[in-house]
């Protein structure tokens, strides 16, 4: 277990102490990396929500090509890959399929041109939960609401975080993984969110049970991801994935079901107007339209 949140150690021989705001992927990735030399790195992370650590909210899936999986398996030991390796939505990597967006038939495989990249499947949420666990174990996260951060003057340096209703705390190392919202990006004026202006993307997950699975299009079933294509006008992406048990909990759950399109801005506005804005009712009108 962790002993302490940045205790101090002897003179000239104390950790380098590392503080990462937001339990975001990226950050929990560097923190089990920078923990594979404990003896030399304190890494503490603080994060707001509770939900980055027991919910289902954010399940959306990664695809995660050959060399994006080099970065986890650096960083891990071989029981936090085994964890790893147990949430994988599928076990072969795959590229997705184009499919007419009326009827879903095959027009072309990605996966048949050399020059375009397979990837692999795994829920985000899952991945997450494989590489948070071990810090959790560890004592290393911690529910505050950071709310800025100072950086400290002298020769030492680092930098002093603030916390709503809570005392603040020291660091050598401040890493920000707390997404596009991050309040560290705010704080020195990063705008890095973009919205886009002329199209809208609408995306739905939902769990499916084995009777709705079998109905949905062979191309689906078959390829596991499709992208249908039609101009400006209309494209989008559909995926379902076989069942996977929770690395926490061992729960099993259904087939998941993943569907997004995008078409202009300006119909969606109209087909919002036709239901009184109501998010639900929009789908039958973004069915038949696209």
């Given amino acids: 277990m962790a002993t302490s949140q940045f205790l101090p150690g002897k003179r000239n021989h104390r950790k380098i102490r590392v503080a990462i705001i937001g339990a975001g992927i990226s950050g929990l990735a560097v923190a089990n990396g920078l923990l594979k030399d ?28 050959a060399n994006g999986l080099h970065a986890p398996k650096t960083v891990s030991d071989l029981e936090l890959w085994s964890s790893i390796r147990d949430v994988w939505a599928q076990d072969q990597a795959a590229a997705p399929t184009i499919v007419d967006p009326d009827t879903f038939a095959v027009r072309l495989r990605l996966g048949d041109l050399k020059l375009y990249p397979k990837s692999q499947a795994i829920p985000r949420h899952g991945l997450r939960c494989a590489i948070l666990q071990p810090l959790l174990v560890q004592g290393r996260g911690h529910f505050n609401v950071f709310t800025r951060f100072e950086l400290m003057p002298g020769e030492r340096g680092g930098v002093q975080l603030y916390f709503d209703n809570q005392a603040s705390k020291n660091a050598d190392i401040l890493i920000a993984s707390g997404g596009n919202g991050s309040q560290v990006s705010r704080q020195v004026g990063l705008a890095n969110k973009v919205n886009l202006q002329t199209q809208t993307v609408v995306q739905s997950r939902g769990i499916s049970p084995r009777a709705v699975r079998d109905q949905l299009p062979e191309s689906l079933v078959q390829f596991g991801s499709v992208m249908f294509l039609g101009g400006i ?34 119909r969606y506005d109209d087909l919002m107007a036709k239901v009184d804005s109501n998010p639900q009712e929009v789908i039958p009108q973004l069915i038949y339209y696209i």
């Fill in 233 to 266: 006008d209309a494209a989008g992406f559909a995926s379902v994935y076989d069942p996977k048990k929770n690395p926490i909990t061992g729960e099993t759950k259904s087939y998941t079901l993943f569907w997004g399109p995008s078409i202009p801005r300006a």
């Fill in 38 to 65: 404990s003896a030399r790195f304190d890494v503490q992370i603080f994060e707001r929500n509770t939900i980055a650590f027991n919910s289902e909210r954010g399940g959306y899936q990664l695809r995660i090509s």
